[in-house]
C-alpha cells in the first residue's frame, strides 16, 4: 500500500472522459431547486492558454463544484471571444484564413481547458465568430436602432496615412502607426455610436447597487463615467480683429479660482481657432501638428503642454479692465465641456505646466489650511486641496463651496447680450461609444447605404449578413471594402443599386451580452429567451481579470440596459451580482551571462550553502542570474506552459497550487518547487485515503450512539474543518480552505497513526469512514480527478461530482471555549477565556489569576464578583 502511487496522468483523462460520457455536468434542470449562475470571462482563442487562464478558470469551477454539490442548479459556461485583430494580423503573416487561425485555435484551447478537468457545460459553448452568434448580434442592433439606442455621427479616428487604415489607440505607438511608422493624422468618419452617454446617470446610480463588485472596480467606473457639477461661463471677446463671435464659452468646475484666471484656452479644432487659422498659417501649422497624436486619453495627457497665443483677450466676468489672452492649446478637448477653459495656472497642474512654458504666471487664490497668506507662493506645484479664498475680492475668507455658490449666483444674475453670463451644468466624462471598427474580422454592421433611400437597416430576413469567406490580407486597409462584390446589394427599399456598410463592429460588443446568450444558446429565432434569462440572470460570480475592470463592465452594463429596453433581458437591471478580479500569475525571471532571458523550462534551481542558485539545464549547466519575479511575458521568457505542467504534475497540482499559495485577488508566485511540494501532498492525501479505506467501516453502516473519546475528537475535527471549507468556499478564501484541508490531513493522519491495534472499535471505524468521506468531499473542488479516485477507493459507487456537501453536526462544532468581557468596578478591562463548561468558583479563581485584573484593583481587597453565565464578569473590589 505504502508503495502505490497515484498516477495523475491516467487518472486525469479517466475521469473526463467518464464525465463527458455521463452528462455530469450539463446544466441542471431542476426549476424547483435554486440556481447558480457562475461565469469566468470567456477567452480570447490567440492560440493557447496560458497561466492566467489556469488560474481564473480554476477559482471558477471551485465554485461551481462547490455549488452544485450544494445542491445548486449551476450554469457553468464556456465560449470565445472570437473576433479581433490577431486573427487578421496572423492571416497577413501566414496567408491563412482568420478563420481558419481562430477556428484552430479554439480547438487546441479547449483541449487543453478540457485537460483541466473544468465542470463545463460544453453543449452551450458559443463562438463570437460564429454567424449563428452574430446573427443575433446584428439583430440586436436593429432593435437598439429602432429604439433610438444608436447615432451616426462624425468622429475623429487615428488615420495611417501610408497604410491607409484606420488605427485603434492601442496601434498608435508616439504619435506613429504602429506598422508603418508613419505619422498619424487625426481624420473624421462618420461612424456608428451606441449611446451610451445618454445611460451616464443610471450606469453611475446602479454602481450603488453592486454591494459584491470589490469597491476599487466601482470607483474605476464611477471615475470614467465622470459626473461633474460645474458652471458654464461666457467671457466677452474684446473687440479685435477678424472674428465674428463676440464672446467665448468654457465650462469650469472651479468657478472659485476665477480670480486666479491667467489666460483662456481653447481645442485645436474649435471653431474659432478653424476660424482664426484660415488667415493666420502659423496657426494653421501648429493645429496640424496637434492632429499628429493618438486620440487616447493616456496621449493626451502624457504629451508636453502646447499652445498658440492668438492674439486675442477676453475680458474678466467680474472686471472690465481685466483682459485675459487666448490661447489653442494641445491639451484642451473639443469634446469635452465647450471645448474652452479658463486657466488658473496656480490650482491646477496643466495650467500651471502651461503657464509656466509661457511666461504666463500664477496668482494663488486658495490659501491651505494654516499657511500663511504672505509667503504663499506656487512655483512648479498647483496646489489642489482645500483651503480659504484670498486674493479674490468679495470671494475672500470663503470656503471653496461657499465661493462656487458665490459666484454662481453672481454670473447667472448677471447678463451679457441678453442673456445671463452663466449657467449651471453637470457633465459626464463618459462619451457615446463608437463601435464601427474598418476592419474585416468582426460583426457586420447590418446596413445598406442607398443614394436615394439613404440608411437603410438589412431586413430581419436577411440576417446574419455573413463575413464573405474570400478576401485577401496582402494589403493594409478593410478587406471587405475592396471586396469585388460583397458591398454591392439591391437596396431593401427601392431595390436599386447600394452598397453594404463595410465597417464592422468594435470587439467588445461580441463581449457585451454573451453571458446573456448563454442561458439559451440554442434558440435560433432570438437573441434571448425571457424565460432563460429570468431563471439564470444575473451571473452570480463573474471572476476575470483588473484590465476589464472598465470598458468591458460597462458597456456590458449598458448593454443589459439597452437590451431590455428593447425586450431582449427580461427585467434584469444589472447583469452581474458578484464579481471577482483575480490576481495576476508571477514568476521569476533568469538572465543568462550574455544577457538574454532564460526560460524556466530550461533552468535548474538548486538550494547551495550561499542560497538558491538557478543552472542552465543546456551549455554545460552554467549559471544564470535569478532576476525579479514579474508577470509571466514571453517578452522576459518567464512563462510556464499549462500543457507541460500538467503533463508533469497533472491538472489537480496546478489547479491547488494555483488557488494555496496567496489570496485570489493578489498575484500568485509560480515556482517549481512549489508544484512539487503540491505534488507530494496530493500523494499523501492518497495514502491517508487508502489507510482510511482500510480501517472505515463500510459507506452504509449506520451511525454508532456513543462515542469514545478519540473518535469523539476526529469527529470534532473533521466537523470543524467542513464548516471552516465552507465559509472559505463562500467568500472565495481558496488558499484558506486549502489550508483547512492541510491541517484536517495533519489531524487525520495523526488520528491513523494513533491506532495500535486491526481490532478498533466501532465507533472509531465510523469516525474514520466519515473523515475519509468528508475529507475527500472538502478538497474535491479543487482537486476533482483524485477526488474521485480516492471516493471510490472508499468504497463509493457515485461520483464525488454528484453527492450532496456534506451537512455538519452542530454538536461537534460548537466551540469548547468560550471568551467572557471582564469588568473591575465596571469598567472593561479584558477578556476571559475559558472552558464553555466551567462553574463558578473556576471562573472566579481564573478571573482573580488574570494581571490585568490585579492591576486594575491596585491592591484593594475583592468585595464581589458578579457572573453572568456565558455573558460577562465583574468583579468589584
Ligand atoms: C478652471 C479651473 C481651475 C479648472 C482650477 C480646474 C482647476 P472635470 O472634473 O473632469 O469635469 N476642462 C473643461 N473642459 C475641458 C476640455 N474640453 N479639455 C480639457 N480640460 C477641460 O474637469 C473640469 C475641469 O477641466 C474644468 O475646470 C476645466 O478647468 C477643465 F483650479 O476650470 B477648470
Ligand atoms: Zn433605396
Same mark, same amino acid.
Given at each position: 500500500m505504502e508503495s502505490e502511487r497515484y498516477n495523475a496522468r491516467e487518472a486525469e483523462p479517466k475521469w473526463q472522459k467518464f464525465w463527458d460520457e455521463a452528462g455530469t455536468f450539463l446544466t441542471g434542470t431542476d426549476a424547483a431547486r435554486p440556481k447558480y449562475y457562475v461565469l469566468e470571462m470567456f477567452p480570447y482563442p490567440s492560440g493557447r492558454i496560458h497561466m492566467g487562464h489556469v488560474r481564473n478558470y480554476a477559482m471558477g469551477d471551485v465554485i461551481a463544484r462547490y455549488k452544485r454539490a450544494k445542491g445548486f442548479m449551476v450554469l457553468h459556461p464556456m465560449g470565445w471571444d472570437a473576433f479581433g485583430m490577431p486573427a487578421e494580423n496572423a492571416a497577413m503573416q501566414n496567408k491563412s484564413h482568420p478563420a481558419d487561425w481562430t477556428y484552430a485555435?479554439?480547438?487546441?484551447?479547449?483541449?487543453?481547458?478540457?485537460? !483541466?478537468?473544468?465542470?463545463?457545460?460544453?453543449?452551450?459553448?458559443?463562438?463570437?465568430?460564429? &454567424?449563428?452568434?452574430?446573427?443575433?448580434?446584428?439583430?440586436?442592433?436593429?432593435?437598439?436602432?429602432?429604439?433610438?439606442?444608436?447615432?451616426?455621427?462624425?468622429?475623429?479616428?487615428?488615420?495611417? &496615412?501610408?497604410?491607409?487604415?484606420?488605427?485603434?489607440?492601442?496601434?498608435?505607438?508616439?504619435?506613429?502607426?504602429?506598422?508603418?511608422?508613419?505619422?498619424?493624422?487625426? #481624420?473624421?468618419?462618420?461612424?456608428?455610436?451606441?449611446?451610451?452617454?445618454?445611460?451616464?446617470?443610471?450606469?453611475?446610480?446602479?454602481?450603488?447597487?453592486?454591494? =459584491?463588485?470589490?469597491?476599487?472596480?466601482?470607483?474605476?467606473?464611477?471615475?470614467?463615467?465622470? #459626473?461633474?457639477?460645474?458652471?458654464?461661463?461666457?467671457?466677452?471677446?474684446? @473687440?479685435?480683429?477678424?472674428?465674428?463671435?463676440?464672446?467665448?464659452?468654457?465650462?469650469?468646475?472651479?468657478?472659485?479660482?476665477?480670480?486666479?484666471?491667467?489666460?483662456?484656452?481653447?481645442?485645436?479644432? =474649435?471653431?474659432?481657432?478653424?476660424?482664426?487659422?484660415?488667415?493666420?498659417?502659423?496657426?494653421?501649422?501648429?493645429?496640424?501638428?496637434?492632429? =499628429?497624436?493618438?486620440?487616447?486619453?493616456?496621449?493626451?495627457?502624457?504629451?508636453?503642454?502646447?499652445?498658440?497665443?492668438?492674439?486675442?483677450?477676453?475680458?474678466?466676468?467680474?472686471?472690465?479692465?481685466?483682459?485675459?489672452?487666448?490661447?489653442?492649446?494641445?491639451?484642451?478637448? !473639443?469634446?469635452?465641456?465647450?471645448?474652452?477653459?479658463?486657466?488658473?495656472?496656480?490650482?491646477?497642474?496643466?495650467?500651471?505646466?502651461?503657464?509656466?512654458?509661457?511666461?504666463?504666471?500664477?496668482?494663488?487664490?486658495?490659501?491651505? &489650511?494654516?499657511?500663511?497668506?504672505?509667503?504663499?507662493?506656487?512655483?512648479?506645484?498647483?496646489?489642489?486641496?482645500?483651503?480659504?479664498?484670498?486674493?479674490?475680492?468679495?470671494?475672500d475668507g470663503l470656503s471653496i463651496p461657499e465661493a462656487k455658490e458665490e459666484v454662481a449666483k453672481r454670473l447667472e444674475a448677471?447678463?451679457?447680450?441678453?442673456?445671463?453670463?452663466?449657467?449651471?451644468?453637470?457633465?459626464?466624462?463618459?462619451?457615446?461609444?463608437?463601435?464601427?471598427?474598418?476592419?474585416?474580422?468582426?460583426?457586420?454592421?447590418?446596413?445598406?447605404?442607398?443614394?436615394?433611400?439613404?440608411?437603410?437597416?438589412?431586413?430581419?430576413?436577411?440576417? &446574419?449578413?455573413?463575413? @464573405?469567406?474570400?478576401?485577401?490580407?496582402?494589403?493594409?486597409?478593410?478587406?471587405?471594402?475592396?471586396?469585388?462584390?460583397?458591398? =454591392?446589394?439591391?437596396?431593401?427599399?427601392?431595390?436599386?443599386?447600394?452598397?453594404?456598410?463595410?465597417?464592422?463592429?468594435?470587439?467588445?460588443?461580441?463581449?457585451?451580452?454573451?453571458?446573456?446568450?448563454?442561458?439559451?444558446?440554442?434558440?435560433?429565432?432570438?437573441?434571448?429567451?425571457?424565460?432563460?434569462?429570468?431563471?439564470?440572470?444575473?451571473?452570480?460570480?463573474?471572476?476575470?481579470?483588473?484590465?476589464?475592470?472598465?470598458?468591458?463592465?460597462?458597456?456590458?452594463?449598458?448593454?443589459?440596459?439597452? !437590451?431590455?429596453?428593447?425586450?431582449?433581458?427580461?427585467e434584469l437591471k444589472e447583469p452581474f451580482t458578484g464579481l471577482f478580479t483575480q490576481g495576476m500569475v508571477v514568476h521569476e525571471t533568469y538572465k543568462g551571462l550574455d544577457g538574454a532571458w532564460v526560460a524556466p523550462a530550461d533552468v535548474r534551481i538548486e538550494q547551495t550553502p550561499e542560497g538558491r542558485k538557478a543552472f542552465r539545464l543546456d551549455n554545460n549547466g552554467a549559471e544564470v542570474e535569478i532576476g525579479p519575479i514579474e508577470k509571466m511575458s514571453k517578452s522576459k521568457k518567464n512563462v510556464v506552459d499549462p500543457d507541460e505542467i500538467i503533463e508533469s504534475f497533472g491538472a489537480d497540482t496546478a489547479r491547488w497550487f494555483m488557488l494555496s499559495d496567496s489570496p485570489p485577488e493578489r498575484d500568485v508566485i509560480w515556482t517549481q518547487e512549489g508544484a512539487q511540494n503540491v505534488s507530494k501532498f496530493l500523494q499523501r492525501l492518497w495514502r491517508l485515503t487508502g489507510e482510511l479505506a482500510e480501517l472505515a467501516s463500510a459507506p452504509d453502516i449506520p451511525k454508532p450512539t456513543v462515542f469514545s473519546p478519540p473518535a469523539m475528537e476526529l469527529r470534532k475535527a473533521v466537523h470543524g474543518a467542513l464548516i471552516k471549507v465552507g465559509e472559505d468556499l463562500d467568500r472565495l478564501r481558496f488558499n484558506r480552505a486549502i489550508a483547512q484541508v492541510h491541517d484536517l490531513a495533519n489531524k487525520v493522519s495523526a488520528a491513523v497513526g494513533a491506532v495500535e491495534t486491526p481490532e478498533i472499535s466501532d465507533d472509531l471505524r465510523f469516525a474514520f469512514r466519515e473523515a475519509g468521506d468528508i475529507m475527500v468531499q472538502l478538497f474535491a473542488p479543487m482537486m476533482p480527478h483524485l477526488a474521485e479516485e480516492c471516493w471510490a477507493r472508499l468504497g463509493h459507487k457515485v461520483l464525488v461530482a454528484e453527492t450532496a456537501w456534506p451537512i455538519a453536526e452542530p454538536a461537534l462544532v460548537v466551540e469548547d471555549v468560550i471568551s467572557l468581557p471582564v469588568q473591575v468596578n465596571g469598567k472593561k478591562r479584558g477578556d476571559l477565556v475559558i472552558d464553555r463548561t466551567a462553574d463558578q468558583a473556576a471562573i472566579e479563581s481564573a478571573v482573580l489569576a488574570l494581571d490585568f485584573v490585579q492591576k486594575a484593583l491596585e491592591g484593594r481587597p475583592v468585595k464581589k464578583i458578579i457572573i453572568v453565565p456565558q455573558r460577562i464578569v465583574n468583579v468589584v473590589g
Open positions: 485555435n479554439i480547438a487546441t484551447m479547449r483541449t487543453q481547458l478540457k485537460s !483541466m478537468g473544468l465542470s463545463i457545460d460544453w453543449t452551450r459553448e458559443i463562438a463570437t465568430c460564429d &454567424p449563428s452568434y452574430y446573427k443575433h448580434q446584428q439583430k440586436l442592433f436593429l432593435d437598439f436602432l429602432a429604439a433610438g439606442l444608436v447615432d451616426r455621427k462624425q468622429a475623429k479616428v487615428n488615420w495611417d &496615412p501610408v497604410d491607409h487604415t484606420v488605427l485603434a489607440n492601442e496601434q498608435v505607438i508616439d504619435g506613429r502607426g504602429w506598422r508603418s511608422g508613419a505619422l498619424v493624422e487625426q #481624420r473624421e468618419l462618420t461612424q456608428w455610436f451606441l449611446k451610451i452617454a445618454a445611460q451616464a446617470d443610471d450606469l453611475l446610480a446602479g454602481l450603488d447597487t453592486l454591494e =459584491h463588485w470589490p469597491e476599487k472596480v466601482r470607483l474605476m467606473q464611477k471615475n470614467w463615467i465622470g #459626473r461633474s457639477e460645474g458652471l458654464l461661463v461666457r467671457f466677452e471677446l474684446v @473687440p479685435g480683429p477678424a472674428v465674428d463671435t463676440r464672446e467665448l464659452e468654457v465650462y469650469t468646475t472651479r468657478p472659485d479660482t476665477l480670480f486666479g484666471a491667467k489666460f483662456l484656452a481653447i481645442a485645436p479644432d =474649435h471653431p474659432l481657432a478653424q476660424k482664426l487659422a484660415e488667415s493666420d498659417p502659423a496657426l494653421k501649422d501648429f493645429i496640424i501638428e496637434c492632429s =499628429h497624436r493618438g486620440t487616447s486619453v493616456a496621449a493626451i495627457e502624457t504629451a508636453e503642454k502646447k499652445g498658440y497665443d492668438t492674439g486675442l483677450k477676453v475680458r474678466h466676468p467680474f472686471d472690465d479692465n481685466w483682459g485675459l489672452p487666448v490661447y489653442v492649446a494641445n491639451f484642451v478637448l !473639443m469634446d469635452y465641456g465647450t471645448g474652452a477653459i479658463f486657466g488658473c495656472p496656480a490650482h491646477d497642474q496643466r495650467d500651471l505646466d502651461f503657464a509656466n512654458t509661457y511666461g504666463l504666471g500664477n496668482q494663488p487664490v486658495i490659501l491651505p &489650511p494654516g499657511a500663511d497668506p504672505a509667503s504663499f507662493v506656487i512655483t512648479t506645484q498647483a496646489y489642489d486641496g482645500e483651503g480659504t479664498l484670498f486674493h479674490s475680492r468679495f470671494l448677471a447678463v451679457f447680450d441678453g442673456r445671463p453670463i452663466a449657467k449651471r451644468q453637470i457633465n459626464f466624462r463618459l462619451r457615446d461609444w463608437g463601435i464601427s471598427r474598418q476592419r474585416y474580422w468582426g460583426c457586420p454592421i447590418p446596413i445598406i447605404h442607398c443614394e436615394s433611400c439613404g440608411v437603410v437597416p438589412v431586413p430581419e430576413k436577411d440576417l &446574419p449578413v455573413e463575413l @464573405p469567406k474570400d478576401v485577401t490580407f496582402d494589403q493594409p486597409g478593410n478587406p471587405l471594402d475592396r471586396h469585388p462584390t460583397w458591398k =454591392h446589394v439591391a437596396c431593401p427599399i427601392c431595390g436599386g443599386p447600394a452598397r453594404r456598410e463595410t465597417d464592422t463592429m468594435d470587439t467588445f460588443v461580441d463581449s457585451s451580452w454573451y453571458f446573456l446568450r448563454f442561458t439559451d444558446p440554442k434558440d435560433q429565432a432570438e437573441p434571448t429567451d425571457a424565460a432563460a434569462v429570468s431563471r439564470w440572470m444575473p451571473v452570480d460570480q463573474y471572476i476575470g481579470g483588473i484590465e476589464h475592470a472598465i470598458l468591458h463592465l460597462l458597456y456590458a452594463r449598458f448593454f443589459t440596459r439597452a !437590451m431590455r429596453m428593447t425586450n431582449h433581458a427580461d
